[in-house]
């Protein structure tokens, strides 16, 4: 739609309009030239993205791309935003998870940037009985803090309550969350916990701590177990209703049970997915509410994790880019409060170099960027409102497919929530085993040669429940069977690349071979020859004219030479002597693992 200035003046006036139609045809004639035969009503679909949950992003989005009103922030759908202010009166609350009693590190996090706390709480992360301890000379009507205490649940919350009374905080000072989440136990543990303790601290809140909540609904077990965005957001909403029920229940009215429940997503790098799940979620979550009677009660308080699937251990520094995003789009999302987490957190505890850098993250974001003075700014964008109602659909529809199976619990212990997840990160593991999901620093631009980032160890999560995945695990087993390799014989695996003709017919795939068997922590090599080289196998590099000129003859003098298996680097052809294809969309966890096993790397 074009807006008219106050004086009618219409800047494209002068400008002939142009249609649909015609941007296709455009399209197509462009993509011709680049060797794709397309007409141009599919020119489009050749652009298009698929995405997770049947989604599809498109690569043009106009004002005939309707999507349903999104309203106005702090007003019901709530999809701009649970308060009509936003973020703006200071930006969002700078959360900062702490597992373990690190010397000063709560002071120093509070000191420089932190807003409020993330406690968890448990015999193998801070002692219940430590409490006191790890929150020694934090003012509690000041920093709120957020409990994470699994099956002590109780025992903490009573802890934290005392020190508040002890400390002379006001119950009605008192900020935070008490972090009851029976049913995000179950799904991280497998262990049922009873519910009784956890409404007993709700109805307390309720009636006595304005300021504090007693449940959160974790979504981070869904997603660190391979769902999608949709499948997060069916599963809190399935959660939080089975919340409502058993708040309900116990007496209190939904506008109570609504104030007691905190939401937690995962933040990726996809900035524009995660921008739209978090509205997304804000809008099916006042729908509940709508349908349970307490419409204004609908606005979902949520916080935002950034991914800890997306970190990778190799290159750790790489992640520092990839929670800067994450928290750019929790921001832009309208996240309550973002927590960062360290860029060696795959690599087990944080030090103070990476705490600051997360901290320094959402200030340099709020202060600097100044993301938090608009309130929902990607609001209005065609793209966004789409994506957002399209992922709204789908996650409703995973709710309500957990519904039909009984509810959140019986879909965790009949096992139908962790088979839909573990199916949809089948599919997501083949694309990154075939690099249509690059990782950099894992799958994209390894650095054989990196110094390896050392950490203390982080304490172990509780097994049993959901698995936790990352991105980086496929590609991080090969790297250590390398490593392996290296430590026992002084070498690594390694190929030699056999260039056929001038650097302009092979450098393209030359960068491209390489990128890939290092991937898989084998060295690559093109000085001298194969003889030299000290490899067992090798791979032909050059272009499609050279190969068909040159390929078979340079494979048998390589056979001949002493090589034991010859890749080609190019699609499948039939070249004598040529044992092995790899290219663009090949599994390259396949070909690397293989040859791994070959080389007795194991």
């Not at 999507?67 to 308060?83: S, T, Y």
């Not at 029976?182 to 307390?204: I, S």
Request: a negative charge.
């Amino acid at each position: 739609m074009t807006v008219l200035p106050h004086d009618g003046l219409s800047l494209a006036a002068e400008f002939s309009s142009t249609t649909h139609e015609q941007w296709q045809r455009l399209v197509e004639g462009v993509l011709r030239k680049a060797g794709k035969e397309v007409s141009a009503a599919t020119a489009e679909d050749a652009l298009s993205t698929a995405l997770e949950d049947g989604l599809t992003t498109r690569p043009l989005y106009t004002a005939h791309d309707d999507a349903p009103d999104p309203g106005f922030p702090g007003f019901a759908p709530f999809v701009r935003g649970g308060r009509p202010e936003g973020n703006t009166a200071g930006g969002w609350d700078v959360r900062q998870r702490h597992a373990t009693l690190v010397g000063d590190a709560v002071l120093a996090d509070l000191e420089n940037g932190v807003s409020s706390l993330w406690l968890t709480v448990g015999p193998d992360a801070i002692p219940v009985s430590s409490l006191a301890q790890a929150l020694d000379g934090v003012y509690l009507d000041l920093a709120p803090v957020v409990l994470d205490a699994g099956q002590e649940v109780e025992p903490a919350a009573r802890e934290l309550l005392r020190l508040c009374a002890e400390r002379g905080v006001a119950r009605e000072a008192a900020r935070g969350n008490l972090g009851g989440d029976p049913l995000g136990h179950e799904a991280r543990t497998g262990k049922e916990l009873d519910f009784a303790p956890v409404v007993a601290l709700a109805r307390l809140c309720a009636e006595e701590y304005p300021g504090l909540r007693a449940l959160t609904v974790d979504a981070l077990p869904y997603h660190e177990a391979g769902g999608s965005a949709a499948q997060e957001l069916g599963a809190s909403l399935a959660t939080g209703v089975a919340y409502l029920r058993e708040l309900t229940e116990a007496g209190l009215s939904v506008e109570q049970a609504c104030a007691q429940l905190e939401f937690r997503y995962a933040a990726t790098a996809d900035q524009f997915l995660t921008i739209a799940k978090l509205r997304a979620a804000r809008r099916l979550w006042a729908r509940v509410a709508e349908v349970c009677g307490a419409p204004a009660a609908g606005a979902q308080v949520q916080h935002a994790v950034t991914s800890p699937v997306m970190m990778s251990r190799r290159d750790p520094w790489v992640n520092m880019l990839r929670t800067t995003v994450a928290t750019l789009a929790a921001g832009v999302g309208g996240a309550d409060s973002v927590t960062v987490l360290p860029f060696d957190h795959a690599l087990g505890l944080p030090d103070a170099f990476a705490r600051r850098i997360a901290r320094n993250t959402s200030t340099i974001l709020v202060e600097e960027s100044h993301l938090a003075r608009v309130i929902d700014p990607a609001g209005g964008s065609w793209y966004v409102e789409r994506l957002t109602d399209e992922l709204a659909h789908a996650g409703w529809e995973f709710f309500q497919w957990i519904e039909g199976l009984g509810g959140q619990a019986a879909a965790l212990r009949a096992g139908s929530v962790g088979e839909a997840l573990a199916a949809t990160w089948a599919a997501r593991s083949a694309r990154l085993a075939k690099r249509r999901e690059p990782v950099t620093g894992v799958s994209e631009f390894p650095n054989l040669a990196e110094r390896p980032v050392e950490r203390q160890p982080a304490p172990e999560p509780p097994p049993g429940g959901l698995p936790r995945v990352r991105r980086d695990e496929a590609y991080e087993a090969l790297r250590a069977r390398s490593d392996a390799h290296l430590a026992a014989t002084g070498t690594r695996p390694r190929v030699y690349l056999a260039t056929i003709g001038p650097a302009a017919a092979h450098s393209a795939r030359t960068a491209f071979v390489s990128n890939l068997f290092q991937a898989g922590g084998i060295e690559t090599v093109t000085a001298g020859t194969f003889e030299e080289s000290g490899a067992t196998e090798v791979c032909l590099c050059s272009s499609d004219t050279l190969y068909e000129e040159r390929a078979a003859t340079v494979a048998a003098e390589l056979k001949a030479a002493g090589a034991s298996h010859v890749f080609l680097a190019g699609r499948p052809g039939q070249y004598t002597d040529v044992d092995a294809y790899v290219f663009a969309g090949c599994d390259a966890v396949a070909v690397l693992s293989a040859t791994l096993d070959r080389m007795g790397a194991s």
